[in-house]
């Protein structure tokens, strides 16, 4: 790798602990800064998680042209897969199941991207970073509050580039958004409700009794990683049955909402939770989210002197007819994906209707937004952007500085769903003020051997 694209930052505000990991057995120095490419160089790349969203990024990371050096997946059927992928340009990738063994022997690599389900988004990125590797980490980008705030230590200490893969980012159509926004057309901005028709996956169920042969081609301990020991279950967990588990996911929040709050978190440049609320739900379970719920947020905004509420509604539920019929101007009693109320005019999926107008109008037409300023550049896309970085080019848009805060709104609104009440949130204490219950759930649990993050 070329250093002499940047200086390396110095290391600070980090534990003598955390200067390393407990890896295979012994421990081994591993803070380590970042190189950049130079324009135009192939990154070194290694892939954990190469099923689902791995061999996704997989295929745009190999369509750049990228090198593809290593592959790592607890199940072997998947890594099978991923390595005949990339197998006419890279037929020599080197495959691994443990990717702690992967970054022991993997000493030259660029970049790591993360696509494991979200128990493991952490300790695999902060590893990878730790070893001077930049990172591309799917969204949610960590599972609790207390690994987004290790997650910035480390990637600030360590100098690395960072993209979540909330892959909108990286569309003209989100920067535009993202630039009306900010043009402050809607005026002061009171509320947004925001919908979605996850979960697609089973949730709001008891763990079923009994286990089942684990598949001869998947390493369930591996699979279980830091989450606590469970028997294996056919169809329960693996391949993509896990995400509405507690130990393992975090819902359809989790899931969609790193996605659609992610231009109006900037847009609005929000800041700080102030109190969250489950308002409404179905049924509780002791280790799944419920089938569906209504989650309220309220919280600060830089770019205006009253705070924003955030109505989040999942379970293919919306707000009631009334407030449909109001806020769509007759377009129905029914509502899906973002709309945004100021109080100068409405801002709803990619289109706005000022105070007196009778209709939406798109972004692109509208007399008020038509002819904005473009503030924001434009990329290829998310995943090109991220190499770009690694290249010395510019920051990502969902760099840690963007991704770390707005997954930790996101993560509180998950928090919300098991604990009943409004719980009230003390930014520069990182707790709650009223939950003990709450508070203990913003730190992982991890099970033996595998507290990796220090």
């Known amino acids: 790798m070329n250093f002499s694209r940047r200086d390396f930052l110095q290391v600070g505000g980090l534990s003598a602990a955390s200067l390393t990991l407990p890896a295979l057995g012994a421990e081994q120095p591993i803070l380590r800064k970042a190189g950049f490419r130079q324009k135009g160089e192939k990154l070194r790349m290694a892939f954990i998680g190469s099923g689902g969203r791995g061999g996704a990024n997989l295929s745009e990371f190999y369509a750049l042209g990228e090198e593809i050096v290593a592959l790592c997946d607890v199940d072997k059927n998947a890594l099978r897969s991923a390595s005949n992928k990339v197998k006419e340009r890279c037929p020599n990738v080197r495959q691994y199941q443990d990717f702690r063994k992967m970054l022991d022997k993997e000493k030259d690599l660029d970049a790591v991207v993360v696509s494991t389900p979200d128990h493991m988004h952490a300790t695999a990125a902060i590893a990878a970073m730790r070893r001077g590797c930049h990172v591309y980490v799917e969204k949610p980008l960590v599972r ?24 909108g ?68 967990y693996h391949s993509f049955k896990w995400r509405g588990w507690f130990d393992f996911g975090t819902g359809a929040l989790g899931d969609i909402a790193c996605h659609s709050m992610s231009f109006f978190f900037r847009g609005l440049q929000l800041q700080h939770v102030l109190t969250v609320e489950t308002v409404k739900t179905t049924p509780k379970f002791a280790e799944t989210y419920p089938a569906a719920t209504t989650v309220k947020t309220v919280v600060t905004s830089a770019a205006q002197k009253t705070p924003v509420t955030i109505y989040w509604y999942d379970g293919k539920t919306s707000p009631d007819p009334e407030t449909c019929k ?57 995943h090109w952007e991220f190499a770009e970085a690694v290249r010395g080019g510019a920051k990502p848009l969902s760099h840690f500085d963007h991704s770390v805060p707005l997954t930790e709104m996101v993560l509180l609104g998950c928090i919300s769903q098991r604990i009943d009440g409004e719980l009230k949130w003390d930014q520069q204490a990182g707790r709650f ?8 759930l913003l730190r992982p649990r991890f099970r033996a051997g595998w507290d990796l993050i220090g």
């Open 144 to 167: 609790t509050f207390w690994e987004a705030e290790r997650f910035k230590e480390v990637a600030s200490a360590c100098g690395v580039m960072t993209q979540m893969g909330n892959n």
């Open 433 to 440: 003020t009223n939950s003990d219950a709450a508070n203990a």
């Open 326 to 382: 109001r806020l769509l101007k007759g377009r129905g009693d029914t509502m899906g994906g973002t709309l945004i109320v100021g109080d100068k005019g409405t801002w709803y999926n990619g289109s706005i209707s000022l105070n007196g107008e009778d209709k939406f109008v798109g972004n692109g037409i509208h007399p008020a937004t038509k002819d904005l300023p473009q503030t924001l550049p434009r990329v290829k896309n998310h």
């Open 169 to 236: 980012n990286g569309t003209d159509n989100q920067r535009r958004n993202i630039e009306v926004l900010q043009s402050g057309v809607l005026g002061t901005v009171s509320e947004i409700h925001v919908t979605t028709d996850r979960p697609i996956w089973p949730q709001g169920l008891n763990r079923p009794d009994g286990s089942d042969p684990v598949p001869d081609s998947l390493d369930w301990d591996l699979w279980l990683g830091v989450a606590p020991e469970r028997p294996f279950k056919a169809g329960v």
